[in-house]
């Protein structure tokens, strides 16, 4: 078959800091150990199918601007279908990176009817295997496009008629077992249009019960087919609609536990959609971490200057810095990884800007790994935030939080030893510049 990516003919390497190869990683090396593994396998990096081949390039004041031929109207849509899939396929194994992630609808046309866009799914999963096993690549996860159509435009799981429920169901059955078949690592349900945009037409804690209903579906039928993988919701406060309901992850973890969902989902947190919600990225992190909630990443980076979902690639090394300070600082991933759910500007229409932008983005992050895992074994961070909390651990500390304890008792104590605390230094320009040096004296 023709190559798609003709201007990159070798395979992206690893060449240093000092190589002037715009098609070269600075940082990334698969092959490095670092704290006893891989960091290939650290990272686990993967790359979106729906941003880098399923879309033109257009935006709501005009038409793609992206050379993607298999998107051209007329063409016979399943051929189209493999040869998105044909580029997709040479695309990672161009550039070395060892997971993909897609939707339903990005590798497989709509039929007629459900039966021929299932028949469709079960086709292109076919030739999806098949291109696995050529190239090595695997899949980090799937999930279904339960949002683009237009039975969809009042939500899937929360719309007001079941029978929007119900083909949502059926498409994420199909979306779970294809993701199974190909070896998924695990799954993930963006909530896509589960939100409203005004409660005048809208029953809040209705749709809430059916998303609740929804999931548990979900997690009973991961089961029964025996998906190893983790499931993961995508937290995102708003876009499309006005009111998201995964806003956030404290918001998904206060839902998961109300319905009594907690251990079955965990979070799929992307950079650009926690910024959306007014957090920090590391903020998002750090909640689910703490919370027993953390699952994967979407990478990317938002603009501080707009209020929507930009998905650029990332290139702040301090955003992701402390973010990956806290996943690494736990352990960092089990069946999650770092997926780019990112896309190309509309005026980047060079087939090899693809490259770029993933170089560019992976390096941010490699660099960025190398300087979390150095302020890790040194403690920069972790010393002292112990050392600012250490009276908890004296007696005072102890007394306040043992069930001997009253608001009389603590009380005679500040009266009996004459407790008068004096405020201390937060510290927070020492601990940013330590940031700082970390990231200059990194050499990687
Ligand atoms: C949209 C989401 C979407 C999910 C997959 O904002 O980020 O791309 O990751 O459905
Ligand atoms: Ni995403
Ligand atoms: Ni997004």
């Not at 399923?54 to 992206?66: A, M, R």
């Not at 993909?100 to 459900?114: K, M, S, V, W």
């Not at 109300?258 to 919600?277: K, M, P, Q």
């Not at 170089?359 to 790994?369: E, P, Q, R, V």
């Amino acid at each position: 078959m023709a190559e798609f990516f003709t201007e990159v003919t070798d395979p992206i390497r690893y060449e240093g800091p000092d190589t002037t190869n715009p098609l070269a990683f600075r940082v990334y090396d698969p092959d490095r150990i670092v704290a006893g593994k891989r960091m290939e396998d650290h990272l686990r990096i993967a790359v979106c199918y729906w941003h880098s081949f399923n879309w033109p390039g257009s935006d709501i004041f005009g038409d793609g601007t992206l050379d993607r031929p298999w998107l051209a109207p007329g063409a016979d849509e399943m051929a189209a279908a493999r040869q998105k899939m044909d580029a997709a396929f040479e695309f990672f194994s161009k550039l070395g990176t060892p997971y993909f992630c897609f939707h339903d609808r990005d590798i497989a046309p709509d039929g007629a009817d459900y039966r021929e866009t299932v028949s469709n799914l079960h086709a292109m999963v076919d030739y999806t295997a098949e291109k696995m096993e050529q190239t090595g690549v695997k899949l980090l996860w799937g999930t279904a496009n339960l949002f683009s159509h237009p039975r969809f435009a009042a939500g899937a799981a929360t719309n007001p008629n079941p029978e929007a429920f119900a083909f949502a169901a059926a498409q994420v059955r199909h979306a779970l077992e294809a993701t199974h078949r190909l070896g998924g690592s695990s799954y993930v349900l963006w909530g896509g249009r589960e939100g409203y945009d005004t409660l005048l037409n809208t029953l809040m804690k209705h749709e809430a019960d059916q998303l609740a209903r929804f999931l548990h579906l979900v997690a009973e039928h991961k089961r029964k087919i025996g998906f190893g993988g983790q499931l993961f919701i995508e937290p995102k406060p708003q876009e499309p609609t006005k009111h998201q309901y995964d806003y956030d992850c404290a918001t998904v973890h206060g839902f998961l536990e109300r319905y009594d969902l907690l251990g079955e989902f965990f979070v799929n947190i992307e950079v650009n959609h926690a910024t959306l919600a007014g957090h920090s990225f590391h903020h998002e992190v750090k909640y689910a971490v703490e919370n027993g909630i953390f699952g994967s990443v979407d990478a990317n980076r938002g603009d501080p200057q707009n209020g929507w979902d930009t998905d650029q690639f990332p290139n702040s090394v301090e955003e992701l810095t402390l973010a990956l300070h806290e996943i690494f600082g736990a352990g960092g991933f089990d069946k999650g990884g770092f997926n780019f759910d990112t896309k190309l500007r509309r005026q980047s229409i060079d087939r090899t800007d693809l490259f770029h932008g993933h170089i560019g983005g992976i390096d941010t992050l490699a660099k960025s790994f190398l300087v979390a895992m150095d302020l890790l074994a040194k403690e920069t961070l972790t010393k002292a935030r112990r050392d600012r909390y250490a009276g908890w651990k004296g007696d005072l500390g102890a007394h306040i939080m043992s069930d001997d304890a009253s608001l009389e008792s603590i009380a005679d104590k500040v009266l009996d030893e004459g407790i008068d605390p004096e405020p201390v230094s937060g510290r927070q320009e020492l601990l940013e510049n330590e940031i700082n040096r970390a990231i200059w004296a990194d050499q990687a």
